[in-house]
């Protein structure tokens, strides 16, 4: 059983920072390949970030490019999203999934291809 949990989030105000922390338990934590999704009261659930399971290629997305980062920690079964000049636009739940790549290599940005998620932490970044 893979579970996913989140932890980090909070309220801030814009142009702050927050970490957000998924640990993950189950499974084997280093053959996945691990994203971040945010989803905004009305809207459908967004990619955020991504990182393949060596943890040397990553993908974001337009919006966040050069204020966000992905980062993961193979001995700690741990994934973090760093989020730096942070916007009102930014609110959301902030999720992570997880997929097994085995090995491959695959860096994974669909959301329909992720097999495992984290029940989702709250940012709210005001103006």
């Known amino acids: 059983q893979v579970q996913l949990v989140e932890s980090g989030g909070g309220w801030v105000l814009a142009g702050g920072s927050l970490r957000l922390s998924c640990a993950v338990s189950?499974?084997?934590?280093?053959?996945?390949?691990m994203g971040w999704f945010r989803q905004a009261p009305g809207k459908e659930r967004e990619f955020v970030a991504a990182?393949?399971?060596?943890?040397?290629?990553?993908n974001y997305a337009d919006s966040v490019k050069g204020r966000f980062t992905i980062s993961r920690d193979n001995a700690k079964n741990t994934v973090y999203l760093q989020m730096n000049s942070l916007k009102p636009e930014d609110t959301a739940i902030y999720y992570c999934?997880?997929?097994?790549?085995?090995?491959?290599?695959?860096?994974?940005?669909?959301?329909?291809?992720?097999?495992?998620w984290g029940q989702g932490t709250q940012v709210t970044v005001s103006s």
């Open positions: 999934a997880a997929e097994p790549t085995y090995g491959l290599g695959l860096i994974i940005t669909r959301k329909e291809e992720f097999s495992y």
């Open positions: 990182k393949n399971w060596s943890a040397g290629r990553t």
């Open positions: 189950g499974g084997t934590f280093s053959t996945y390949a």
